[in-house]
């Protein structure tokens, strides 16, 4: 079975090689570390805008190839919450009006 890379496991590699956090990252970006977050975990759509908006500050920070990220882009698929692993999932589920 072939795994390939997502850009949201890629964006955490390369900060956790930093040794830096979520808020760190997302601070030095000018982004909402929450946001951050839902990228790293692929709970966003790859293809949106704000996505697309986010690559070159992404690519100029890890000193990476923009081509190489839209690579990852192309090949991540967003993936949904998954509430029946949740602690308290009705609570969730209220919060997310699901």
Known sequence: METKI??????RSGRRELDLS??????????DYRWLSQLENN???????EVLMILPKLAEFFQIDMEY???LRSQ??????NLSQAIFPVYFQE???V
């Not at 997502?6 to 964006?11: D, E, K, P, S, V």
């Not at 991540?76 to 919450?81: C, N, V």
């Open 69 to 71: 990220l839209e690579v």
């Open 6 to 11: 997502t850009l949201g496991h890629a964006i």
């Open 43 to 49: 709970r966003l759509d790859p293809q949106s805008d």
């Open 95 to 97: 919060k997310l009006n």
């Open 76 to 81: 991540t698929q967003q993936q949904s919450l």
């Open 22 to 31: 979520q808020k760190e990252l997302a601070t030095q970006l000018q982004i």
